[in-house]
């Protein structure tokens, strides 16, 4: 979504995205007052009411011009996320919200943003572990795992603080199957006739167990379930350190 989740009905069929801004909002509470904070690939700046206490700038490339971002308000930075144009150090914290699988090199953003995070300033984190196709031709990888996070934030000079899910295997079923249902009414307009109707018919048939049942029912099995092995999405935060670390031999399992 481009804007916050803010009713019950957007939290129904934007659960993950709500998910996402509850966490976002108690990180930014974290925060001292005055921070200096950047929100990268910022998009319509949605977060900005929660850093209301801090310095809040925006970067984005603005060049998508699809339906899902509509820039709402100026881009302090309109430049390649690579090289934004500030000073070594200047910023305490960074946001970046479902942004690396719409960049073509993920480990550059990394040094990008280790280059302008302070010693001690934080990095917020969250991008798709599985997903569907959007925001084209800008999407170049499927999803990133919390072994990624694991092995690249500390050869990027951050320390791993926190590996959180947005739903698990039941949420996640749920949007594979809205998808489906997508690309089938998508299929659909292309026939005619009895193939058409037979379609539609076939389709509505289904409509209530996919968008309503199946929706309600699916994510309840989430918490019994292993949501680091299929999620929508993980939520990172990290901290710049003083000099990169030596990582460990071994990538250890979030869940033991």
Request: aromatic share 12%.
């Amino acid at each position: 979504m481009d804007k916050l989740v803010e009713t019950s009905k957007e939290r129904f069929w934007n659960h993950e995205a709500w998910v996402r801004d509850t966490w976002i909002q108690a990180e930014a509470a974290k925060l001292p007052a005055g921070s200096r904070v950047l929100d990268a690939g910022a998009g319509a700046s949605k977060y900005r009411p929660f850093f209301a206490h801090c310095r809040y700038e925006t970067q984005d490339f603005c060049q998508y011009q699809g339906k899902l971002v509509k820039y709402l308000q100026p881009i302090d930075y309109v430049c390649d996320i690579t090289r934004i144009p500030l000073p070594d150090g200047s910023l305490d914290a960074i946001l970046c919200t479902e942004v690396l699988e719409h960049v073509t090199d993920p480990m550059a953003v990394l040094t990008e943003f280790a280059r302008l995070v302070k010693p001690g300033g934080r990095l917020l984190l969250t991008a798709p572990h599985g997903t569907t196709l959007h925001m084209q031709p800008y999407h170049f990888y499927g999803g990133f795992t919390h072994y990624w996070y694991r092995h690249w934030l500390p050869r990027h000079g951050f320390v791993v603080d926190s590996i959180l899910p947005q739903g698990g295997p039941g949420r996640a079923t749920v949007c594979y199957l809205h998808a489906f249902y997508t690309s089938w009414r998508a299929r659909e307009q292309k026939l005619k006739g009895l193939k058409r109707a037979s379609s539609l018919a076939a389709r509505m048939a289904v409509k209530l167990p996919i968008h309503y049942l199946l929706t309600w029912m699916l994510p309840k099995f989430d918490p019994y379930l292993d949501s680091y092995q299929i999620c929508v999405g993980l939520m990172v935060a990290a901290t710049r350190v003083e000099s990169v670390p030596r990582p460990a031999a071994t990538v250890p399992d979030p869940a033991s």
